[in-house]
Structure formats: C-alpha cells, structure tokens
C-alpha cells in the first residue's frame, strides 16, 4: 500500500481460497491485457474469458500466457464448454483446454437443458486434471428454481469435485440469484448459505450494488466474480471499506459519530 491506515480490514494473501476477485474479459487485446495486468494483477485471481469470446479473440494463445506469467488463473466462460458440449465435441474441448495450457475449467449448463447427473459426470472428469468450477442457475429470466434443488444442485456439484460453484446471474445481473431490478434475492441466498459453506460460492456480481451488497452482509473476503476489467480496484476499494458505499462498514462504532472538532 502506499500509505498507512489503521483500520483497514485483513485480505487473505494470494494465491487465495477467500475473498477471490474473478474478472471477465470480454475480448481484451493483448496490449489491453498488459495494462489491466500491470494495474490490476495484485487484485485479481481469476480471468474468465467472457462466454465465447476465446473463439474470436486475436492472440489468444500470447495473452494467456501473460495472464499465467502474472499469476493469474486463466478459463473459459462455461457458455463454450456448453458450445462443444451440445455438438458432442467433449474431446474437443479437452484438446482446447490442453492447447493453451490452461488448468481451470468452467462447467455450466445455463443455456442448454442438460441432465444433473450429465453434468455432474462432466465436472468429475474435468476434476482429474483440471480445477472446476461450475455454475449453477439459468441466464434465462423469468426461470426460477427452487431454493432446494439450488441447494441440491451445488452439494452434488461440489462433491462431483467442483472447487467452488458458482451462483448464476450473468453480466447483466438480473437472473438466477438476483431480481429483474437487480436486487439480491435475499431469502434465496440465505438459504443456500444456511446449507453451503460461503466459502465453497463464487456470487456473480456484476453491478456496484450487489458488490456492495456482499461484502456489507458477508464481509471483505467473500468470493465475487463477473468483476469487468475497470472495476477491479473500485471493488477491492469497497473491500476495505474506502469508498462511500462501506465506508463505516469495517471501522470500530466509535469512530462513526459526528467530527465535532478538527484535529
């Protein structure tokens, strides 16, 4: 840091189980890359790279390859895994996964019908080799799924060998775990946390005001992914409670009462 404050909440060190910050990249250049890298790196775990945009990207291989250079895990959004999947293209991906030396994988089936059991054979597989996450919800509005078969679905997909599961609610935030106004569906995440270790959840987060969000009600080292690439450092700034929004958020309840004199 580059001054001292007391005060400020502690964040587990990297490479880290808690408090993960997962960045999407939606088709970054590689010299868009270096610079999110040189800004960013301290403050970032995961890059997903965005749906399929690896299909498209230019340099894909080279910009990788600096993501793992700066320490960062690198995978591809689930929506390609699903993309291979339903054109029964599962060696396929593997290959792909190999070629670019990737070691995280991404399991998901929120745009194709897919049967649990299918899915949970899938991430087993992949867990062999590979560090899984899977992501459980629909992108589809206005599908609701009941908060036990959530609950079932993530229990099952972290006992398949899913090294945290994720909870859907895409880049615009307002499917799966959040209302169409993109409010926290509250009595959908209590539920899930009263039978899933927070720890084991990557809570996509998309919007300042579900970060917000988690971190008032879960703390500075909850794990937040879908984070675009400018808001990095505004989040880790919400983390440690130096933005307005959790300013008072992690202070002793002394100092949070009217400055009466100047010092």
């Given at each position: 840091?580059?001054?001292?404050?007391?005060?400020?909440?502690?964040?587990?060190?990297?490479?880290?189980?808690?408090?993960?910050?997962?960045?999407?990249?939606?088709?970054?250049?590689?010299?868009?890359?270096?610079?999110?890298?040189?800004?960013?790196?301290?403050?970032?775990?995961?890059?997903?790279?965005?749906?399929?945009?690896?299909?498209?990207?230019?340099?894909?291989?080279?910009?990788?390859?600096?993501?793992?250079?700066?320490?960062?895990?690198?995978?591809?959004?689930?929506?390609?895994?699903?993309?291979?999947?339903?054109?029964?293209?599962?060696?396929?991906?593997?290959?792909?996964?190999?070629?670019?030396?990737?070691?995280?994988?991404?399991?998901?089936?929120?745009?194709?019908?897919?049967?649990?059991?299918?899915?949970?054979?899938?991430?087993q597989m992949l867990a062999k080799d590979f560090t899984v996450l899977s992501e459980v919800g629909s992108?589809?509005?206005?599908?609701?799924?009941?908060?036990?078969?959530?609950?079932?679905?993530?229990?099952?997909?972290?006992?398949?060998?899913?090294?945290?599961?994720?909870?859907?609610?895409?880049?615009?935030?307002?499917?799966?775990?959040?209302?169409?106004?993109?409010?926290?569906?509250?009595?959908?995440?209590?539920?899930?946390?009263?039978?899933?270790?927070?720890?084991?959840?990557?809570?996509?987060?998309?919007?300042?005001?579900?970060?917000?969000?988690?971190?008032?009600?879960?703390?500075?080292?909850?794990?937040?992914?879908?984070?675009?690439?400018?808001?990095?450092?505004?989040?880790?700034?919400?983390?440690?409670?130096?933005?307005?929004?959790?300013?008072?958020?992690?202070?002793?309840?002394?100092?949070?009462?009217?400055?009466?004199?100047?010092?």
């Amino acid at each position: 840091m580059n001054f001292k404050l007391p005060h400020i909440p502690q964040r587990d060190a990297k490479p880290r189980e808690n408090g993960i910050t997962m960045m999407m990249d939606k088709g970054l250049s590689v010299k868009e890359a270096e610079n999110f890298i040189d800004a960013n790196s301290e403050y970032t775990d995961l890059i997903k790279l965005g749906f399929g945009t690896s299909f498209l990207t230019k340099n894909l291989e080279q910009k990788i390859k600096l993501y793992h250079e700066a320490g960062l895990k690198v995978y591809l959004g689930g929506t390609l895994f699903e993309a291979f999947i339903v054109r029964g293209m599962f060696d396929e991906y593997r290959k792909v996964l190999d070629k670019f030396k990737l070691k995280v994988a991404e399991v998901s089936d929120g745009s194709l019908a897919m049967n649990h059991d299918v899915k949970c054979d899938y991430i087993q597989m992949l867990a062999k080799d590979f560090t899984v996450l899977s992501e459980v919800g629909s992108k589809e509005e206005g599908i609701i799924i009941h908060p036990a078969k959530w609950i079932n679905m993530m229990k099952k997909e972290l006992e398949a060998g899913s090294w945290k599961v994720i909870a859907e609610a895409r880049e615009s935030g307002n499917v799966g775990i959040y209302h169409r106004d993109g409010k926290a569906h509250t009595m959908l995440i209590d539920k899930i946390i009263s039978k899933i270790k927070i720890e084991h959840i990557m809570w996509e987060t998309p919007l300042k005001s579900q970060q917000v969000w988690f971190i008032k009600n879960f703390g500075a080292n909850v794990n937040l992914g879908n984070i675009s690439t400018t808001d990095v450092i505004p989040l880790e700034t919400l983390r440690i409670g130096l933005r307005g929004d959790t300013f008072f958020t992690f202070l002793p309840k002394e100092l949070n009462a009217p400055i009466k004199k100047s010092k």
